[in-house]
């Protein structure tokens, strides 16, 4: 009686085949999911960061924290140490990694220490809540807050103003509507001061992050955080965007108008 000790080659090859055609099917599945789970922490870190941002408005007789990032070497009247991070720091010191950057630098414990000598870490004290899991730069810091929160236009001349900037949190109407953080990646090697959007005009020019595909997460003046899902002409204009080198993006399609007006809706005016 003869027993088979073995599979044949035949069979072998059909099993590899199998395997094959079931880890193809699989790896997009997981990739999905493992994505998702990065939106989520994302989403989370946002709610930790507008909470805290709304907790120091609290405490600070309801002005809100500067949105800029302060930088030691500029002297510019809108820069003070109170913003709500600031840029690369030498650890130990107040003083800014000289930019424009070199040498390698800034380090990722100088990016760590701009982060905790902000005034918002003392209620955010997690560097890690600062950054997207999703991110894929050596930044730290993957958010930024927008400029109609106390940001620069407030301390420039007024008739250099391009749009208001509010200071106190309950001059803000509509706060289910207005949003605080965005996810931003600044081609200069941070997210440099406050993110900027002219309500007034139709173009786009800071850059805006594309970390989960064609969405970014929103944080709300509400506590409330979104995903965004944007349309193809935005995604790619800014999967593609240097600041200075690229110029600035006005939409033509009815979905990139789309984007535009949505981002024209929830600035406060």
Same mark, same amino acid.
């Given at each position: 009686?003869?027993?088979?000790?073995?599979?044949?080659?035949?069979?072998?090859?059909?099993? +590899?085949?199998?395997?094959? =055609?079931?880890?193809?099917?699989?790896?997009?599945? *997981?990739?999905?999911?493992?994505?998702?789970?990065?939106?989520?922490?994302?989403?989370?870190?946002?709610?930790?960061? *507008?909470?805290?941002?709304?907790? /120091?408005?609290?405490?600070?007789?309801?002005?809100?924290?500067?949105?800029?990032?302060?930088?030691?070497?500029?002297?510019?009247?809108?820069?003070?140490?109170?913003?709500? +991070?600031?840029?690369?720091?030498?650890? &130990?010191?107040?003083?800014? +990694? !000289?930019? !424009?950057?070199?040498?390698?630098?800034?380090?990722?414990?100088?990016?760590?220490?701009?982060?905790?000598? &902000?005034?918002?870490?003392? /209620?955010?004290?997690?560097?890690?809540?600062?950054?997207?899991?999703?991110?894929?730069?050596?930044?730290?810091?993957?958010?930024?807050?927008?400029?109609?929160?106390?940001?620069?236009?407030? /301390?420039?001349?007024?008739?250099?103003?391009?749009?208001?900037?509010?200071?106190?949190?309950?001059?803000?109407?509509?706060?289910?509507?207005?949003?605080?953080?965005?996810?931003?990646?600044?081609?200069?090697? /941070?997210?440099?001061?406050?993110?900027?959007?002219?309500?007034?005009?139709?173009?786009?020019?800071? !850059? =805006?992050?594309?970390?989960? &595909?064609?969405?970014?997460?929103?944080?709300?003046?509400?506590?409330? +955080?979104?995903?965004?899902?944007?349309?193809?002409?935005?995604?790619?204009?800014?999967?593609?965007?240097?600041?200075?080198?690229?110029? !600035? =993006?006005?939409?033509?399609?009815?979905? &990139?108008?789309?984007?535009?007006?949505?981002?024209?809706?929830?600035?406060?005016?």
């Amino acid at each position: 009686m003869n027993h088979r000790k073995g599979f044949t080659l035949v069979e072998l090859l059909v099993v +590899v085949a199998i395997i094959a =055609l079931l880890v193809s099917i699989l790896l997009p599945a *997981i990739g999905k999911a493992r994505e998702s789970a990065k939106a989520v922490v994302c989403s989370t870190s946002m709610k930790s960061l *507008i909470t805290g941002w709304v907790a /120091y408005a609290l405490e600070n007789n309801d002005t809100m924290v500067p949105a800029f990032t302060y930088r030691s070497d500029w002297d510019i009247t809108w820069q003070n140490e109170s913003t709500w +991070v600031w840029s690369p720091t030498i650890v &130990g010191t107040k003083d800014s +990694v !000289p930019y !424009p950057f070199a040498d390698g630098r800034p380090t990722a414990e100088e990016r760590a220490e701009g982060i905790e000598r &902000g005034s918002l870490f003392q /209620y955010v004290p997690d560097v890690k809540v600062y950054r997207c899991p999703s991110d894929k730069s050596e930044y730290l810091r993957s958010y930024s807050i927008v400029d109609y929160l106390n940001g620069r236009q407030n /301390y420039i001349q007024p008739s250099f103003r391009r749009w208001r900037s509010f200071v106190k949190m309950t001059d803000i109407g509509a706060p289910a509507s207005r949003y605080v953080f965005i996810e931003e990646h600044d081609s200069r090697n /941070y997210n440099m001061d406050s993110w900027e959007f002219n309500p007034n005009d139709d173009k786009w020019y800071d !850059p =805006l992050s594309m970390w989960h &595909g064609r969405r970014s997460s929103l944080a709300f003046v509400d506590c409330h +955080v979104e995903q965004k899902q944007w349309s193809d002409e935005t995604a790619d204009f800014f999967r593609n965007y240097k600041v200075g080198v690229t110029p !600035p =993006l006005q939409p033509i399609t009815a979905e &990139g108008i789309d984007d535009l007006d949505y981002m024209k809706r929830g600035w406060a005016k």
